[in-house]
């Protein structure tokens, strides 16, 4: 099925990843995101653009919360998303310059970006639910904490650090 082309070769695309909340997601798992909604009259011409479609994982299912729709979903990503929208493209090539995560495994709009976007930010987590999943926060804190181990251990080696970040991206 071209469906499942498609979420394969986004998923190569996307390192393996969740295109909201970074997770690892197999070639076959998740589905095919339409990052701005096909339901909204002005997106409408997007709903067969490549570049409008990423794979998303299905978001944590238990406890199943109320979507933005007012659906029973998963906590976060697409099928939490549904056919809101985001202020800000997520998924693009410089979002996470504008992010931080505290040390309880939250992300927030860092401290120098602007009003407008902190903003904007808040609402597009609120929006993909990336606060609202207690396991994600959970794998937040331990990737905080193993970088923090691992410079600490390495006394500023960059080749340390830089094994750890090869190995949260295999």
């Not at 597009?124 to 804190?141: F, M, P």
């Amino acid at each position: 099925r071209i469906k499942d082309e498609i979420k394969e070769q986004r998923n190569q695309e996307q390192n393996g990843l969740c295109i909201y909340c970074e997770r690892k997601i197999a070639p076959s798992d998740g589905h095919i995101e339409h990052i701005r909604p096909k339901s909204v009259v002005l997106y409408a011409h997007l709903t067969f653009v490549y570049s409008n479609l990423a794979q998303s994982c299905n978001g944590d299912t238990k406890p199943a919360m109320v979507n933005n729709n007012g659906n029973a979903s998963p906590q976060h990503c697409g099928h939490w998303k549904g056919e809101s929208d985001l202020l800000i493209l997520f998924p693009g090539p410089s979002c996470n310059q504008h992010l931080q995560i505290l040390d309880d495994g939250t992300i927030m709009p860092t401290l120098t970006t602007s009003e407008e976007q902190k903003q904007q930010i808040k609402h597009d987590l609120q929006v993909l639910g990336l606060n609202s999943s207690n396991s994600l926060k959970a794998e937040r804190r331990k990737h905080l904490e193993n970088l923090n181990n691992i410079r600490k251990a390495s006394k500023g080696n960059p080749a340390l650090l830089q094994k750890y970040l090869q190995q949260l991206a295999n």
